[in-house]
């Protein structure tokens, strides 16, 4: 039987160094083909051309670089730009560009869906299939950097952020999310600043211990309610590790680093979790916690009972909150393709009502 090839494209430096070590290699190989990969975007062993020819011959017959298939690419009257992308075994995944003036941010899918079912979010309301390999997470910034460097000359190196903020739980595939993260960060590869790579977990503590331990990128909270009651209702999650626990990890996250803070991600959701009250009741479980707040306008899905909050509503929420912490209101963006946050659905393989609906999208695109 044939053994199957290995994606290079999903080593990190470790990984590598491994890899090439195995085959009798010197670890700086790692670097070469780091920079070949990621830097240059060379998916071709035989245009790395500081390798020797015998070593390009191996990796032919055993490596593969490989990302998944660009589906259905789009961009919104905004600038924003959504690709959806294939992967080899026909799930779907999505991944979004959000431009501004002072930077360009990515936000990228750890999973095929996700399993934790937030009351309010249209990824959790399609189901689970499964965690990306670190080749799929990755790819999708090799993707993006590539395209959007093609698109009017404007986005040469637009990507200046990473967020995973898009399809899946990042905690719950920590095991491939980290090699992933290395590379965003890593020189040789895409060389992101720490503090611009942001992971965010609806709060899977034992996880955010580990992603602690092991690298120091951001962290964002789902929070989205102020009290326990709530939460379990809209972030189920919070049943198995509840607020108290919740906030103490957070205060405790970066006490090496006493410049940094956790972002809080509060989803705005009309007479459900917006009014004066449940700001004060934020600004008490927040207590010591260096934190800042990210409220953001609800985007409505189809079928969903919830509805966005009024601006004024909004704008009172953040009053209350302003004088101790750090608050913005973001910007909604992408509305018009389905790329706003909360509105990233892929395709979970198997849901057909998905499937039929992007053909359909495509074909209007291709009239
Ligand atoms: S909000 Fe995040 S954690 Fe909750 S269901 Fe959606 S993708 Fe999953």
Redesign the pocket.
């Known amino acids: 039987m044939e053994t199957a090839k290995v994606n290079l494209l999903g080593l990190d430096r470790k990984g590598l160094q491994s890899f090439f070590t195995t085959l009798g290699e010197k670890p700086y190989r790692a670097d070469q083909v780091l920079k070949w990969i990621h830097f240059n975007g060379v998916t071709d062993f035989n245009a790395m051309t500081n390798l020797s020819k015998t070593l390009r011959l191996q990796l032919i017959e055993i490596a593969e670089i490989t990302t998944p298939h660009i589906l259905f690419e789009k961009q919104a009257s905004d600038g924003t730009y959504k690709f959806l992308l294939q992967l080899k075994d026909g799930n779907c995944i999505e991944t979004v560009f959000i431009p501004e003036k002072t930077r360009g941010t990515l936000c990228i899918s750890s999973q095929v869906g ?1 399993i ?3 009351d309010f ?1 249209s ?2 309301k399609q189901g689970f299939n499964r965690n990306l390999s670190t080749a799929e997470i990755i790819s999708q910034l090799w993707i993006a950097v590539r395209k959007l460097s093609l698109l009017d000359g404007q986005h040469d190196h637009a990507v200046t952020n990473v967020v995973m903020m898009g ?3 990042p905690l719950l595939n920590l095991d491939n999310v980290l090699p992933a993260l290395n590379l965003m960060l890593d020189d040789c590869a895409y060389g992101l600043s720490k503090y611009r790579v942001t992971v ?1 977990t ?1 709060g899977v503590i034992p996880a955010m211990q580990q992603l602690r331990e092991h690298t120091d990128v951001a962290l964002a909270v ?1 929070l989205h309610a102020p009290n326990d009651e709530l939460r379990n209702e809209i ?1 189920p ?1 919070n049943k198995k590790y509840p607020l108290k626990e919740l906030m103490s990890v957070c205060r405790d996250y970066f006490k090496n680093e006493p410049r940094r803070s956790v972002t809080m991600e509060y989803v705005m959701l009309a007479g459900v979790n917006d009014t004066p009250m449940h700001a004060k009741q934020l600004l008490k479980i927040l207590k010591d916690v260096p934190a800042k707040l990210n409220l953001i306008p609800f985007n409505p899905f189809p079928h969903t009972t919830y509805k966005r909050s009024s601006d004024t509503a909004i704008q009172q929420f953040k009053e209350i909150l302003q004088d101790k912490f750090h608050t913005t209101v973001r910007k909604t963006r992408g509305e018009d393709i389905d790329a706003a946050c ?1 509105q990233l659905v892929g395709e979970v393989k198997d849901k057909t009502r998905r499937k039929e609906r992007y053909l359909r999208e495509i074909n209007t695109d291709a009239q």
Do not use: K, P, R
């Open positions: 996700c934790l079912n937030c979010c990824t959790g399809m899946g739980e965010s609806a789902s972030v999650l909360g």
